[in-house]
């Protein structure tokens, strides 16, 4: 996991402004849920085994191009993932990469990489004049209702960098669980969801156990059906999202 150092709040809030969005970044739904009863994995999921520093980068790289032809045109070495994530800091003093930056290229490599279903997520190239070009492979699917929305706040207030992959992992399910529901409306996730997820009971559990020490969610019981199609109410364990705390209260300076 990375911390929040003041080179990182500054990095963080530096994406966050050079991609031009509003509030929100939305990704399909299909990103995250299977849609086909062939399939036994999403993006997300093949994402998450690929590690921690993988999937943060390659949704910062979403967030940082979001039109067509999704590139980013800037020199960025593999030292400045390392920094904004708080993978470590670097600094005159301090100039040698270091565990953190070795890290992150190997994360970009394997985002480059022709391993999975998806295909490589990231292509680079050096253009005259220009320099290195990041072109990012947008998740699939078409942006219609229901999509996945992660508030900017996600970066700029910190929390991408004291989340573990497992508990980005069940945030961004969960967003899509919430898409048409208020924050404060009792959200049960069946075993069933959960498999649309292709996410274990392991990192179900430790991913909301997580969330909820961060604040960014609470449980509770109610009396709910099982999911849409049941009529079998029952007390259940149900999530709330604190939407309003992630976006009003920056992250702890180090995961808890």
Not at 140 to 148: E, K
Request: aromatic letters at 8%; hydrophobic letters at 40%.
């Amino acid at each position: 996991m990375g911390v929040v150092t003041v080179t990182a709040k500054r990095l963080l809030a530096d994406v966050v402004r050079n991609s031009g969005r509003r509030s929100t970044v939305q990704i399909p739904a299909s990103f995250a849920r299977i849609s086909e009863a062939a399939q036994t994995s999403t993006p997300l999921s093949r994402l998450f085994v690929r590690g921690e520093a993988a999937l943060k980068l390659y949704l910062t790289l979403v967030l940082l191009t979001r039109k067509p032809p999704h590139e980013l045109f800037r020199d960025i070495n593999d030292a400045f993932w390392a920094n904004l994530f708080g993978f470590e800091e670097r600094s005159g003093t301090n100039p040698a990469p270091g565990a953190g930056t070795r890290r992150v290229k190997r994360a970009l490599a394997m985002l480059e990489r022709d391993e999975s279903p998806d295909g490589p997520l990231i292509k680079r190239r050096v253009e005259h004049g220009r320099g290195p070009v990041f072109t990012v492979v947008p998740p699939p699917g078409p942006l219609q209702a229901p999509y996945i929305t992660l508030p900017l706040e996600l970066w700029s207030r910190g929390w991408i960098n004291v989340m573990t992959a497992r508990a980005l992992y069940v945030y961004v399910c969960l967003r899509l669980m919430f898409v048409s529901k208020a924050d404060s409306d009792p959200v049960h996730v069946s075993v069933w969801e959960r498999q649309r997820f292709a996410m274990s009971d392991d990192t179900w559990q430790r991913g909301v156990a997580e969330l909820e020490r961060l604040r960014l969610i609470r449980s509770d019981v109610a009396v709910v059906a099982a999911d849409d199609w049941s009529s079998d109410r029952r007390p259940r364990k149900v999530l709330y999202l604190n939407s309003d705390y992630l976006r009003e209260n920056d992250s702890p300076t180090k995961p808890v």
